[in-house]
């Protein structure tokens, strides 16, 4: 299994397993499962893991680097709702 970080230098876990189009013979995605105390595992909370499409993916090597990414605010959805039933 290899280690997933984002292009900021954060750890995200471990590759768990991989989806493949076997069709096409491309890679469409990784399912990393988040390693306690790492920004995927803060980010997703009590969930166990997270499929990253492979478009995200920058490199492969001995570890796998992929795009950084945030989790969307909470607050930003709850605000469009109330503006738009004014």
Do not use: Q, W
């Amino acid at each position: 299994m290899k280690d997933v970080f984002t292009d900021k230098g954060l750890y995200c876990g471990k590759v768990e397993d991989i989806e493949c189009d076997l069709k096409r013979f491309k890679m469409r995605s990784l399912i990393v499962k988040a390693a306690k105390g790492s920004y995927l595992n803060d980010m997703l909370g009590r969930k166990k893991g997270i499929i990253i499409p492979y478009p995200m993916v920058k490199a492969i090597g001995d570890i796998i680097l992929i795009k950084h990414f945030a989790a969307p605010a909470a607050d930003e959805g709850t605000e469009t709702t109330e503006t738009t039933e004014e």
